[in-house]
């Protein structure tokens, strides 16, 4: 087959219409001739290899890593300024970096890059990353710089200079073929080295190139396909389709339109499908970078709950502090914006529209908002303070039954869509895109029917926070509590052991996968796509560490916990507090709910009862013979429990001891009780 055949496969294909037009005017321009692509080397030259040696955790069982595993992903050089204004703002020791999809970076202890052109290899580390998104910013190691620049043919200033190897390549050609290489090269001296991102979706059936290091051997690798497809992905943001292959290794590459622009990288594909694959595009691309450039990083409110922190002594000024669980780690962004919405009713039905006053006021379009955010807040916040509330909200936000019209002037149909853009009329998309390809505090102004009146509204924009945490390291962690009963709880972000091995935990999506049972994704399935306010977290029974103590409990997993002793419990930290501050000797009584089964009130409950007395006895031979540290991991702990030990009338000695078991902390928590 002919080069032109690869690049060009819908020329063999039939046409089917039957109108008398000539069928080349039905092609569009792309495929009536052969495009003339920018030089190959230009595009290859700055795609890296990226070799990754990463040590993930376990969530079935948190106190363990798994073993370390070595990994290849692609990545591409691009151009870089800290700071948003480029005049005045913080300059990095490095004017270039490495960008990747997250998923090839993720948990990684090592990360190396190697060129597509030579046998350079320069050490990295990841500096910003969104899970969310997928991309990761990789910084060349300082100790690296040097030898990056002298690899890749880089002054330390970011320009490029003419590498040794190309000069010796073209000494065999001609005098006049050298010269115009020559002439190219030096006005395109930026591109060769470091390539630009097009922030404008590509047009349907446009070709593209993909290059990247897949599996199936161990040089560079260049394929070639057409838009096939503009749509979202399950969080609503950007995504393009394509029919070019890209496999397992492409992840991270670059994928060149015509004019050698970058319009997406290149992120997943559908192994049981034909030719699709999808691109991250250089749209959302941008808005990562804005963010890393702009310095913003996700709040403790977006990680982990809320509860991501640790209590920790501070050496130099006494007294404790709080201190970011990951604080070591990559900066991370925040997540994908939100409207504070639960979710949106398409309009399709006549007498729905009707009902909502829509054909009341003539109106053409829009969606019906089924819950939102603010609401909920209000009503939790008057189940504190015990204030009635009136149904409505004080917030400027949207409500329960708003319909929203457009968002920014940008008209909403029936059916949840919008226009592509302007120019492409006939294309249309989830509305959300308006929003997720917004960063987080951007204002937005909103058309609303309310109450049959319209209004308009201005809401800034915040990250969603999943009440089911659905990314390891970002919102999820395998943090755990062993209530030595060997029972397993797991919960959003902490994991607690308690002393009757009753293995307790957040319920996070990382959690589930890692089942690898369909019965327990499943089961939970209400709970992934449910926004979270607060600190609440699912704590769940995620399975029993099997000992004499808690037979007849043998075999229980995945059960959500209601209860302890009567006290319902928001988060892993409140359920530490109860189990070392609030329950004195006598039974332990766990209630839980087991998803897909009820009683005859509707309503499941399972019950686990053991003795305080014996579960604290067999507490340290359970932890022994898991080879287990300690009973809960240290972000369980709140700041309260850890206050009342630092002053309680024990040593020091005494106080360190107590933190490894539950007993030890139920000494020292619950000795006026």
């Given at each position: 087959m002919s080069d032109d055949e690869d690049i060009l496969p819908l020329e063999d294909q039939p046409l089917t219409s039957t109108t008398a037009l000539d069928a080349t005017s039905l092609l569009p321009p792309p495929l009536l001739a052969r495009p003339k692509h920018t030089s190959s080397s230009s595009r290859t030259r700055p795609v890296v290899k990226l070799v990754v040696t990463s040590v993930t955790r376990s969530y079935s069982e948190p106190w363990r890593r798994r073993t370390q595993r070595e990994s290849g992903g692609t990545g591409f050089l691009i151009p870089w300024?800290?700071?948003?204004?480029?005049?005045?703002?913080?300059?990095?020791?490095?004017?270039?970096?490495?960008?990747?999809?997250?998923?090839?970076?993720?948990?990684?202890?090592?990360?190396?890059?190697?060129?597509?052109?030579?046998?350079?290899?320069?050490?990295?580390?990841?500096?910003?990353?969104?899970?969310?998104?997928?991309?990761?910013?990789?910084?060349?190691?300082?100790?690296?710089?040097?030898?990056?620049?002298?690899?890749?043919?880089?002054?330390?200033?970011?320009?490029?200079?003419?590498?040794?190897?190309?000069?010796?390549?073209?000494?065999?050609?001609?005098?006049?073929?050298?010269?115009?290489?020559?002439?190219?090269?030096?006005?395109?001296?930026?591109?060769?080295?470091?390539?630009?991102?097009?922030?404008?979706?590509?047009?349907?059936?446009?070709?593209?190139?993909?290059?990247?290091?897949?599996?199936?051997?161990?040089?560079?690798?260049?394929?070639?396909?057409?838009?096939?497809?503009?749509?979202?992905?399950?969080?609503?943001?950007?995504?393009?389709?394509?029919?070019?292959?890209?496999?397992?290794?492409?992840?991270?590459?670059?994928?060149?339109?015509?004019?050698?622009?970058?319009?997406?990288?290149s992120t997943s594909v559908i192994l049981k499908a034909s030719n699709i694959g999808y691109i991250i595009p250089g749209k959302v691309v941008h808005m990562f970078l804005q963010m890393c450039r702009d310095g913003m990083e996700a709040n403790l409110e977006d990680r982990f709950c809320g509860l991501g922190s640790l209590v920790v002594r501070d050496a130099v000024n006494g007294g404790t502090r709080l201190q970011y669980a990951a604080e070591d780690g990559p900066k991370h962004v925040p997540g994908i914006t939100n409207l504070g919405i639960l979710g949106a009713q398409n309009l399709e039905s006549k007498a729905l529209r009707r009902h909502l006053g829509l054909e009341e006021l003539n109106l053409s379009g829009g969606v019906r908002i089924v819950g939102s955010r603010s609401n909920q807040e209000e009503k939790e916040k008057a189940s504190v303070t015990g204030a009635e509330t009136n149904g409505s909200s004080s917030s400027s936000g949207l409500q329960c039954n708003d319909v929203l019209l457009a968002i920014n002037n940008e008209e909403i149909g029936y059916d949840g869509t919008i226009q592509l853009s302007p120019t492409r009329p006939d294309e249309r998309i989830n509305f959300r895109v308006l929003v997720t390809s917004e960063k987080v505090g951007t204002k937005m102004t909103l058309d609303v029917l309310r109450s049959k009146k319209r209004q308009t509204l201005e809401v800034t924009l915040d990250s969603s926070r999943f009440l089911v945490p659905q990314y390891d390291d970002f919102d999820a962690s395998p943090h755990s509590m062993l209530f030595v009963a060997d029972v397993s709880l797991v919960g959003y972000y902490t994991a607690l052991l308690s002393p009757s091995l009753l293995f307790v935990s957040p319920l996070t999506l990382p959690l589930v996968n890692e089942k690898k049972s369909s019965n327990t994704k499943l089961a939970y399935t209400d709970y992934y796509k449910k926004q979270r306010y607060g600190h609440e977290q699912i704590i769940v029974l995620s399975k029993v560490l099997n000992d004499e103590v808690n037979v007849g409990y043998h075999g229980w997993a995945n059960m959500i916990l209601k209860s302890v002793n009567g006290h319902e419990c928001q988060n892993i930290q409140e359920l530490v507090n109860v189990l070392t501050m609030k329950i004195q000797d006598g039974t332990l009584e766990f209630h839980f709910e087991n998803t897909g089964s009820t009683n005859s009130d509707g309503e499941a409950d399972w019950l686990i009862c053991m003795n305080i007395q014996e579960v604290s006895q067999s507490e340290s031979r359970i932890l022994s013979r898991h080879m287990i540290a300690s009973w809960c991991s240290t972000d369980a702990i709140s700041r309260e429990v850890y206050l009342e030990v630092e002053k309680a009338d024990f040593t020091d000695v005494e106080k360190s001891a107590a933190w490894s078991t539950m007993g030890g902390l139920r000494k020292i928590l619950c000795r006026d009780k």
């Open positions: 300024t800290d700071g948003s204004d480029g005049d005045g703002g913080s300059r990095s020791t490095s004017t270039v970096r490495i960008l990747t999809n997250a998923h090839v970076v993720r948990n990684a202890s090592s990360v190396r890059a190697r060129s597509s052109f030579g046998p350079h290899v320069v050490n990295c580390e990841v500096e910003w990353i969104s899970l969310p998104l997928d991309l990761a910013l990789v910084k060349i190691s300082d100790g690296d710089y040097d030898d990056f620049c002298k690899g890749w043919g880089f002054e330390s200033n970011g320009m490029s200079y003419n590498n040794s190897s190309s000069s010796s390549n073209s000494e065999h050609a001609s005098e006049e073929k050298f010269k115009e290489e020559k002439l190219k090269e030096d006005k395109t001296k930026k591109e060769l080295k470091l390539l630009s991102l097009s922030n404008t979706l590509p047009s349907l059936d446009s070709n593209v190139t993909c290059v990247g290091f897949p599996m199936g051997g161990k040089q560079i690798s260049v394929t070639r396909g057409v838009i096939s497809r503009i749509d979202v992905d399950a969080l609503n943001v950007l995504r393009i389709q394509i029919d070019a292959a890209i496999n397992p290794g492409n992840s991270g590459g670059p994928v060149f339109d015509e004019q050698g622009q970058v319009v997406g990288i």
